[in-house]
Every structure is written in C-alpha cells, then in structure tokens.
C-alpha cells in the first residue's frame, strides 16, 4: 500500500526549514528517503532502519516512530540545491513502494 | 555502491511497436527492479527481476506487456510491448534495496507517437 506524503508541495526561500511527513496504514520497518531533480534518476538520501532512530548529515534529517507508522524529513536553512521532488519509500516483501512525492522548491 | 547503465536514454517509438531497454551493472547482484514512473508521478514497480526464474509482476502488469529477461546477474532487459501513447513515461532499472539503498539507472524516457 502506497504511503502518504504532506505536504504535496512547499515553496521557500532560501535558508528557510521545512518538514516533509511520510506516513502509512500498515507497520514499518524501514522508511527510505529519496530525492529526484528535474530530469534525473531518484537519489538516495537515507534510510531508517528502526525506530526512534534519527539519522541526519549537512542539514538534512529524519526521524521513524514506528509507533505513529510515521517518518519525517526535516531540512534545514534549505538551500538552492534542495530543490527536487522528495519521495519516501516503505521497504516490504523485497520491494519498495513509494509515496507520491513532495515537491519542493527554493528561491533565491 | 553500484553503477548502473541503462540504455536507450530516450527513444521515440509509434502506436503497436515495442522497445526494449537494457540495464546493466557493474557487479553481480540478486535481484533487479524495473519501475514505471509516468509525467508527474511517483515510481510505481513493475516487476522484480531475478536470475534463474520468471520476473515477479506487480499488480497491474503482465508479462505479455512487460516481458523480462534476466539472463546473468549484471544484465536485464525489459521489454514494452504493443505500445500505446499511455506507456509514454520514464522506466528505471534499480539494484538494492531492502536495508540498503536503492540504485537507480539513468531512466529511459519513452515517448509513443
């Protein structure tokens, strides 16, 4: 069952945060994050395993509570290059399903 | 992590042709995915491609549209048949996956005329 992404999409300015939400009807057990850019493959941003666990490198984090079924990723003081379509992927029976993205876009 | 080449880039192909694109990479791996990801929208799996036995289909897909071989474990091929202007999108070989990233080739973009 494909997870539920919010917002669908945000505007910013640059070096403001933002908060992207990824949530599901079933259980997790592992929540990727990916971003794609205009034009390009999807890319790897991380993943969460377990939960409780946060993970997070530049200005670019996550939390899981797998009790709320829920993960989010926070980016902070955003810059130009965070532009993209973020997608979480829930990891189940050897495969992942993706949300149905959340664009974001930064301005100068 | 792995390197991925998928080819073609893009291609342009008329109503009730088909176009095949190959995906390979550069080290062994178990299984390999073959995703759909049509304007605008999220990736959505065709099927799972692994060595030694039939591709496993998602709901939605079937083989006779999107046969798949597998013939190695560094090389797939997926198959688009029949084609109509809705199989216009990009279709993205990827490895990994599980507790592990997943890697994505380049994308085809396939647009039917």
């Known amino acids: 069952q494909q997870p539920v992404q919010s917002p669908q999409a945000v505007i910013l300015r640059e070096g403001e945060d933002a908060v992207i939400n990824c949530s599901s009807s079933k259980a997790l057990y592992s929540v990727h994050w990916y971003r794609q850019k205009h034009g390009e493959a999807p890319v790897f941003l991380m993943i969460l395993l377990k939960g409780g666990e946060q993970k997070g490198h530049d200005k670019i984090s996550a939390s899981f509570n797998e009790k709320k079924q829920q993960s989010s990723l926070y980016l902070t003081a955003s810059q130009l290059s965070y532009s993209g379509t973020y997608f979480c992927?829930?990891?189940?029976?050897?495969?992942?399903?993706f949300g149905q993205g959340t664009r974001l876009t930064i301005n100068p | 992590s792995a390197v991925i080449s998928q080819k073609p880039s893009r291609d342009i192909c008329q109503r009730g042709t088909s176009l095949t694109i190959q995906c390979q990479v550069d080290?062994?791996?178990?299984?390999m995915f073959w995703y759909r990801q049509q304007p605008g929208q999220s990736l959505t799996l065709i099927a799972t491609?692994?060595?030694?036995?039939?591709?496993?289909?998602e709901s939605g897909f079937v083989i006779d549209k999107f046969p798949i071989s597998r013939p190695n474990l560094t090389f797939s091929t997926l198959t688009v048949s029949n084609l109509s202007p809705e199989d216009s999108s990009i279709y993205l070989c990827s490895v990994g996956g599980a507790d592990s990233p997943l890697h994505f080739g380049n994308g085809t973009r396939l647009t039917v005329t």
């Open positions: 992927g829930l990891q189940g029976a050897q495969k992942l399903v």
């Open positions: 080290s062994q791996v178990t299984m």
């Open positions: 491609a692994n060595q030694g036995s039939e591709a496993t289909y």
